[in-house]
């Protein structure tokens, strides 16, 4: 009986199939995919956890200001399914990875410490627009040249590797921005001298007005105080404008692997040939 249950699970395949990589579009979609999840996954994370930190929103607001977002997703996903019938995947996801790399360069460019909700919001807005165009052509280039019968694992798979993505780059970007945040300090930090005419200005004044409130002895160091505190948002600010530079950068990476699929005969389902 042992045995016989032994030649069964060796007669049946594998709960995933590995070899499915030997398929050149499927191996780049898959990469592909991935980092679109991550830059999915890790945006989302991002742009609430600013909103949080530097600029006193409660959770409930800052996932307000996503809402905009998932409405212009709910738009545009129709018109990038429409586009896949008549566009070749590999075109569209050349477009959608340009669209990602404008996008987080105006994401640099915006998220500063006087950001308005209405900025955050349409943030939100210009940053889902690319999504749908990247994530049906990734899916559907993903299917060039495999055999029908494999749908299930390549759609296992892909999804696998936008969950994995998401895992990474969140843990990546957030590990990123303290390190630039840390960074920025230091070089902020040597402006912040007694012999720098700017810096004694502004902590004389600071503390002739809060001498006034809550006493002279208490002045200076509540300026101190509060130039520190001043000194570390502006900091974590240029961390997440960096980190937002990186991700453009990453996104012109996709550009140019997006080149190297192949195209597919728009409008055909799994298992579609290659143009040549």
């Known amino acids: 009986m042992a045995g016989l249950v032994l030649w069964e699970l060796r007669a049946k395949k594998p709960i995933i199939n590995l070899r499915l990589f030997r398929f050149k579009n499927f191996a780049i979609c898959c990469f592909l995919m991935m980092l679109v999840g991550g830059v999915l996954n890790a945006n989302t994370v991002l742009q609430p956890q600013f909103m949080q930190q530097l600029l006193g929103y409660t959770a409930t607001t800052a996932g307000m200001a996503l809402t905009a977002g998932g409405i212009a997703l709910v738009v545009v996903m129709p018109m990038a399914g429409f586009a896949t019938g008549k566009i070749s995947a590999r075109t569209l996801a050349v477009c959608g990875f340009i669209m990602f790399t404008f996008t987080f360069r105006y994401a640099a460019m915006v998220t500063t410490l006087d950001m308005s909700f209405s900025a955050a919001s349409w943030l939100r807005v210009i940053q889902m627009l690319p999504l749908p165009f990247c994530f049906i ?91 520190y505190s001043q000194l570390n948002r502006q900091a974590q600010m240029q961390a997440y404008q960096d980190v937002y530079m990186e991700l453009s950068w990453m996104s012109v990476g996709l550009v140019v692997l997006a080149f190297l699929l192949n195209k597919n005969r728009p409008g055909q389902g799994p298992g579609a040939s290659a143009m040549h």
């Open 137 to 227: 052509s990734i899916t559907n280039a993903a299917y060039v040249g495999m055999p029908k019968e494999e749908s299930n694992q390549v759609s296992g798979l892909i999804n696998f590797a936008r969950n994995i993505g998401g895992s990474v780059l969140i843990a990546v970007t957030n590990a990123q921005v303290t390190s630039r945040a840390m960074w920025h300090q230091q070089h902020l930090q040597a402006d912040m001298q007694s012999g720098s005419s700017g810096y004694q200005q502004h902590l004389n004044a600071l503390t002739g007005f809060l001498g006034n409130s809550f006493g002279a002895s208490n002045g200076v160091g509540m300026a101190l105080a509060s130039l």
